[in-house]
């Protein structure tokens, strides 16, 4: 395994975090804690997860997630083995069960003090914000419509105070954002900026893959002049990169085959592209999905990947790709693909 830091930390993290957004849903406990115990056997040491997990998120799972890892933890009491991340959940249609009033100050406190008694532990070492309060462009919106007509007020100093205060009583260590553009990643850091006690955002956790390279517009400066580590996620881009829908197959089980409203890496540019990687793996001894997080690896931005996986052959498919080291010429490629069909599924 290769290991990073988090940003402006001396926290030590797995170039790969294991992604558990599928447990208790499309994988039991007994499956979650088996792909734990692997993981670790591998040298994973990262772990990521959310109030909202598992996906899609459902009332009557909510939280499952945690619950698990919590098990976990006390199962194997290595709490301090293991650098554990969480989210609230922002304010949306589909987390209105959770809650309907966003980052106000009672909200992250019952957010931060539930994932605790979830997660059985006394600090959580990242904890992020799983989307933005305002309205913007996330969740396959590739562009920002000018649209505020939600009357958002800024409210990212009252949320960076609250943070604050929850680090000062030792609940969370460091703070991250997720789902976030250029603009609110950088209010974010100048806040912190001109208010020195207010913590700073350390890390962002956007989608980003062969699929969709976004995150190098814009995001990718303000990662490298601000140090802000990219947790990349759905490297796969929901399993598409595995190659498992191409000629039309939607296999029995599969993630788009059970949430067939996660469609937007499989449209039309997405599969053409999805074939031309394929086409390229194959052509120099490498799977599809190795190839596909190796690129993601071995982007300077990226603090770690966040891979998920509903059984252990593919998980160990996943954590191998740490040692796919890609040619010069095999980058190129990828380049040229880029160029030819980009961002096909943001």
């Not at 009357?151 to 680090?167: A, F, G, K, P, S």
């Amino acid at each position: 395994m290769i290991y990073t830091n988090l940003p402006h930390t001396d926290i030590e993290v797995s170039k790969i975090c294991l992604g558990t957004m599928t447990w208790g849903n499309q994988n039991t406990e007994a499956e979650g804690h088996e792909q734990i115990n692997f993981a670790v056997d591998k040298g994973i040491n990262f772990l990521d997860t959310a109030e909202l997990y598992p996906i899609p998120a459902h009332k009557d799972r909510y939280a499952a997630t945690e619950k698990i890892i919590g098990n976990w933890f006390k199962k194997n009491g290595n709490r301090e083995d293991i650098v554990l991340a969480s989210k609230i959940a922002g304010k949306a249609e589909m987390s209105k069960f959770i809650r309907t009033t966003g980052f106000t100050r009672e909200s992250i406190i019952e957010a931060v003090e539930g994932s605790l008694e979830r997660l059985q532990t006394d600090y959580i070492d990242l904890y992020q914000l799983h989307w933005p309060d305002r309205s913007t462009n996330y969740f396959g919106q590739r562009g920002f419509t000018n649209d505020i007509s939600d009357y958002w007020e800024d409210n990212i100093h009252q949320v960076l105070e609250t943070l604050r205060d929850l680090i000062r009583e030792g609940k969370i260590r460091n703070v991250g954002v997720s789902n976030e553009t250029p603009w609110g990643m950088m209010r974010f850091l100048e806040e912190s900026k001109v208010h020195s006690t207010l913590p700073r955002t350390i890390t962002v956790q956007n989608p980003y893959s062969l699929l969709n390279r976004l995150f190098e517009v814009g995001m990718s400066e303000i990662s490298a002049r601000e140090q802000v580590g990219l947790l990349a996620y759905s490297p796969l881009g929901f399993g598409a990169l595995s190659g498992k829908y191409l000629g039309n197959r939607m296999p029995e089980g599969s993630r788009l085959a059970l949430f067939p409203n996660y469609s937007r890496y499989i449209g039309a540019t997405a599969i053409e592209a999805t074939k031309k990687y394929y086409e390229l793996a194959q052509a120099n001894g490498l799977t599809l999905a190795q190839m596909s997080l190796a690129f993601v690896n071995s982007r300077s931005f990226v603090t770690s990947t966040i891979i998920g996986a509903t059984t252990l052959r593919q998980l160990e498919e996943n954590i191998g790709s740490i040692d796919v080291n890609l040619s010069d010429d095999i980058l190129k490629e990828i380049e040229a693909i880029q160029n030819l069909i980009p961002n096909p599924a943001p």
